[in-house]
C-alpha cells in the first residue's frame, strides 16, 4: 500500500501517522519527490481501513499495490534511484561502463587492464575473483589471491572495482570491494541474497536464465528488505531457442524496468552474446534504449584467457566502443534537452 501526502503537509502529522502505523507492524519507506511524499507501506496491510487513512487532513490518495515486490516498485519510489560508487555515480543520467577480465589472472594483467579501460572511458573496474562455472573442469578464478589483485588495481587507478561473490561464506573477503555482483545463476540464491541484504555495499544483481521480470525483482526485493537499497540490475540475456548466441539479449528490459521500478539498469552484452564481435553493436543497443550503463569483458590476450576468451574484446577494440558509448550518450541527453 501507498500513502500520497498532500503538499504541504503537516510534519507532525505525519510523524504521527507513521507511529500509529509503526504500532500496526507496518514497515514504513519514505520516498520525498519533487511534488509528493510518498510512505510506502509494507506488511499486513489488510487491517488498515483505507477509508480512514484517505479521510485524514494530510493525506491526497490512498492506493493498494497488487504486485508483490514493494521496495523495488516505483510506485513505492516515483524518483529514479541513484547510487553513489565511490567518486562516481549509477543512474541519475550518468553512463556507467564497469569494465575487465572475466578473470583476473595476475596483478600485471589486473593493472595493466584497469589503466587501459580507465583511458579509455571506463568508470569501474571489473573483474573475476571467484567465478560460477557450467563445467567443474573449468577455471575458477584465484580466489582470494584474486581480490589481492582487483585491490592493487584500485590502488593504480582509483577506479572502484566489481566483483562476483558466490557463497555466503566469502562475505567476510569482500569488505574491501566496492561493488558486490550476484551472479545469473545465484539470482534466486536466497542466503545470499539476504546477506548481501544486510551489508551496505551496493549489489549488480544479474538476471537469471530464465527469470522473468517480476522474478528477477523479487530478488532485488530480498536484498532491499534486508536494508540495502543500493541495487543496480543487470540484463545479461536469456535462455530462448536460439543456439547461435549464447543467450539471447533482451533490450526490451531497459524500458519496461525503468516503468516498474525505480532501480538503475545496467546491459551485460558480454555474456548475452557469448561473441565478441556482437558487443558493440548490443551496447550501443542498450545505450539507445536507456540502460544507465554497460558492463563489458576486456582482456589484454583474449586468445589465451583463462575464462571466456571468445566473448572478451580486446583492449584495442574496448578504445572505440567507449568513445562512441560515451559520444552517443551525450547526443541522447542533448536531445532530451531540446524536448
Known sequence: MIVVLKPNHNPSQMESLISWLREKNITIHTSVGQANTILGLVGDTSQLDVDLIAALDIVEDVKRVQEPYKNANRKFHPEDTVIQVGNTQVGGGNLTIMAGPCSVESEEQAVAVAKAVKAAGATMFRGGAFNSRTSPYAFWGMGERG?????????????????????????????????????????????????????????????????????????????????????????????????????????????????????????????????????????????????????????????????????????????????????????????????
Open 147 to 339: 581480490l589481492a589483485y582487483l585491490k592493487a588495481a584500485r590502488d593504480e587507478t582509483g577506479l572502484p572495482i566489481v566483483t562476483e561473490l558466490t557463497d555466503i561464506n566469502q562475505l567476510a573477503l569482500f569488505r574491501d570491494v566496492d561493488v558486490i555482483q550476484i551472479g545469473t545463476r545465484n539470482m534466486q540464491n536466497v542466503d545470499l541474497l539476504k546477506a548481501v541484504g544486510h551489508q551496505d555495499k551496493p549489489v549488480v544483481l544479474k538476471r537469471g536464465r530464465s527469470a522473468t521480470y517480476e522474478e528477477w525483482l523479487m530478488s532485488a526485493e530480498y536484498i532491499m528488505a534486508g536494508g540495502n537499497e543500493n541495487v543496480i540490475l543487470c540484463e545479461r540475456g536469456i535462455r530462448t531457442f536460439e543456439s547461435y548466441t549464447r543467450n539471447t539479449l533482451d533490450l526490451a528490459s531497459i524500458p519496461v524496468l525503468r516503468r516498474l521500478t525505480h532501480l538503475p539498469v545496467i546491459v551485460d552484452p558480454s555474456h548475452a552474446t557469448g561473441k565478441y564481435w556482437l558487443v558493440d553493436s548490443l551496447a550501443m543497443g542498450a545505450v539507445a534504449a536507456g540502460a544507465d550503463g554497460v558492463q563489458i569483458e576486456v582482456h589484454n590476450d583474449p586468445a589465451h584467457a583463462l575464462c571466456d576468451g571468445p566473448l572478451a574484446l580486446k583492449l584495442d577494440a574496448f578504445t572505440p566502443l567507449a568513445g562512441k558509448l560515451l559520444a552517443l550518450h551525450a547526443a541522447l541527453k542533448g536531445m532530451e534537452g531540446q524536448a
